[in-house]
C-alpha cells in the first residue's frame, strides 16, 4: 500500500508504455502528493522519442505532451492524409531519431515509412496547441456497426465507476454487427457490482453503441513484466 511509504522526497513521476487512465493519474497525485505525472510517448522505432510533457508547462488532463525537438508529429486519416486538430486519426512522425528500417524486412519497412513518416499504428489526437491524445492502437479499435469504437475512451469512462479497480475493453467478432463490446473488469477490494449496474452506468457516461454488451469479472488482468496490459491473452480467452 502506497500508503505505508514516506513519500515527501518524491519529485517527480514519469509514466509511459500505454495511455494513463486519467482517474488513475489523479488517484496518485493525490496519494502521493504531487501536482501531476509527466507523461512519455514514444517507441522502439523512433528511439522513444515522440513527445513529452517533462517541461514546466501546462498540459491539459489526459495529453502526452509535446514534440521532443527536431521531431515532427501529425495525425493522418485512412487515405494518409493530415486531420484537424481534435480530429482522431493515426500518429504519424518524422525527424532525425527515426528508424532506417527494419532489418531484411523491405516490406514492412515501405509499409511504416509510407512517404516519409513513421506510421506508428496508434491513433490519437492534436489539439489545437499541438498537444498530443493517445486514443488507442489502431489494431484494438473497434468496428461495431460501422462505428468506430475506442477502447481507451469507453475504459477511462468505466473507471469513474467506484468499485472499478481495473478494465478492459476489446472487441468479440459477431455475425449482426461484424465486433461486439466486451469488457473485463477486475473489482475493488470488498466491492461489489453486477454487470447490469456497470452497463446502465457507463450508459450515463457514452453514446449507447459504445457500451459493453457482456461485462467478464476476473480477478486480475493480464500483463508483461513493465506492467503493460497484454490484450492479445484477453482476445485468446475469448
Known sequence: NIKNYDLTSLMKVV?????????????????????????LYGLTESCGLATSS??????PPGSVGETFPQMEIAVFDDRDYPVSPGEKGEIVLRGPS?????????????????????????????NEDGHLFISDRKKDMIIRGGENIYPCELED????????????????????????????????QNQSATAEEIIE?????????????????????????????????????L
Open 98 to 126: 527515426i528508424m532506417k528500417g527494419y532489418f531484411n524486412r523491405p516490406k514492412a519497412t515501405a509499409e511504416a515509412l509510407l512517404n516519409g513518416w513513421l506510421h506508428t499504428g496508434d491513433i490519437g489526437y492534436l
Open 157 to 188: 469512462a468505466m473507471y469513474e465507476y467506484p468499485a472499478i479497480l481495473e478494465v478492459a475493453v476489446l472487441g468479440k467478432p459477431d455475425p449482426v454487427y461484424g465486433e461486439e463490446v466486451v469488457a473485463f473488469v477486475v473489482l475493488k
Open 15 to 39: 509514466s509511459g508504455g500505454s495511455a494513463l487512465p486519467i482517474e488513475h493519474a489523479q488517484a496518485f497525485c493525490k496519494t502521493a502528493g504531487i501536482e501531476s505525472i509527466s507523461e
Open 54 to 59: 517533462f517541461s514546466t508547462g501546462t498540459y
Open 201 to 237: 452506468f457507463t450508459k450515463t457516461k457514452v453514446s449507447k453503441f459504445k457500451v459493453p454488451a457482456t461485462i467478464h469479472f476476473v480477478d486480475s488482468l493480464p500483463k508483461s513484466l513493465i506492467g503493460k496490459l497484454l490484450k492479445r491473452e484477453l482476445r485468446d480467452q
